[in-house]
């Protein structure tokens, strides 16, 4: 297996600009999550699917925030409109265990201007 | 919500010498840890993982040990190598319907030759 696998891998945008991230999980793997990692704040969980049902998006910033899990194999994160502070690296994991064994994508490290 | 303290923030072996790095929870009903390692430029990748029902699990050169009553556990690492350089992140599950998974801050490890 591929693994989980996230594009782009580098995103560079403008201030105001719309952002979409890619995620394919791990095939057979029923949860899904997003994370954002900075120097500041750590790991931070945006919000998690199973089943492709989000279970917890408590940690989704605002309503510029939006993830959708339109099947099994896809998820896409988006921030509309973006702003400097978004800037992060965001990563996409999957399990096959809800909350254990989470296996992680290589990330999208985004910049906002 | 539960909150994990990883220390120390930076450690700094060399190459042969063991390595610990120490993490306290606060919700005495999680029950699951996990230890991640992070290298550069790459996703977290989990390293091993311990239950609330047992003290101690090993797999080659890595360890952890949990301490419930005292509410802390730690990851041990021996003989270290230049290829265990990484960020190592703790985590703990708590229980219950709204169950979560609470990383710590890391901990950047150097093993000098």
């Known amino acids: 297996d591929a693994g989980v696998i996230q594009s782009p891998r580098h995103e560079v945008t403008e201030m105001g600009q719309e952002v979409t991230l890619r995620c394919k999980p791990i095939s057979g793997h029923n949860s899904l999550f997003w994370y954002r990692q900075t120097m500041m704040r750590g790991l931070e969980l945006l919000i998690y699917?199973?089943?492709?049902?989000?279970?917890?998006d408590s940690g989704m910033p605002e309503d510029r925030f939006s993830a959708k899990m339109p099947n099994a194999s896809f998820s896409t994160l988006k921030i509309q409109p973006s702003e400097p502070r978004d800037s992060a690296v965001y990563f996409c994991?999957?399990?096959?265990?809800?909350?254990?064994?989470?296996?992680f994508g290589s990330g999208t490290q985004l910049s906002v201007l | 919500g539960e909150n994990v303290e990883q220390h120390p923030s930076t450690l700094s072996v060399q190459e042969g010498d063991s390595a610990v790095i120490k993490c306290t929870y606060s919700?005495?009903?999680?029950?699951?840890f996990p230890w991640y390692k992070q290298e550069l430029g790459k996703g977290p990748q989990l390293i091993i993982d311990i239950r609330s029902n047992v003290g101690e699990k090993k797999d080659q050169r890595i360890a952890v040990t949990l301490n419930k009553t005292a509410k802390h556990f730690s990851l041990h690492i021996t003989e270290t190598q230049p290829e265990d350089s990484a960020v190592y992140f703790c985590?703990?599950?708590?229980?219950?319907?709204?169950?979560?998974?609470?990383f710590g801050t890391g901990t950047r490890l150097q093993v000098t030759l």
């Open positions: 994991a999957s399990s096959l265990d809800r909350l254990e064994k989470l296996f």
């Open positions: 699917f199973n089943n492709n049902v989000p279970i917890d």
């Open positions: 919700d005495s009903a999680s029950n699951y």
């Open positions: 985590a703990a599950k708590t229980t219950g319907t709204a169950s979560k998974l609470t």
